[in-house]
Nanobody, 128 residues
């Protein structure tokens, strides 16, 4: 049974940092692409970052580029999202999602419809 569990969310002041974790079970992470999505109140869920199965391919939304870093440790079946210089507009529920890779081990995409498996989400609130 495939399961994704997010952790690391919380309340942080503007300019602060958080590291989110997405731990997978029920499948071998080496063959799966992982994406991070964010849903702010009243808004649609948006893809903010993704990482290929190899870890060599990454992509970021313009809104987080230069501030967020995605990485993975396949030995631990875990993907991380390091979030620095947080802003109030980063507030929302953060979800990780997974899909099996295609032929390329270096591809990832941020399209919501690409992903099959989803975690339950973790709340991030950026406020003073």
């Amino acid at each position: 049974q495939v399961q994704l569990v997010e952790s690391g969310g919380g309340l942080v002041q503007p300019g602060g940092s958080l590291r989110l974790s997405c731990t997978a079970s029920g499948f071998t992470a080496d063959y799966y692409i992982i994406g991070w999505f964010r849903q702010a109140p009243g808004k649609e869920r948006e893809g903010i970052s993704c990482i290929s199965s190899s870890g060599r391919g990454t992509d970021y939304a313009d809104s987080v580029k230069g501030r967020f870093t995605i990485s993975r440790d396949n030995a631990k079946n875990t993907v991380y999202l390091q979030m620095n210089s947080l802003r109030p507009e980063d507030t929302g529920v953060y979800y990780c999602a997974a899909r099996r890779r295609n032929l390329s081990a270096n591809y990832c995409g941020r399209g919501r419809n690409e992903y099959v498996y989803w975690g339950q989400g973790t709340q991030v609130t950026v406020s003073s």
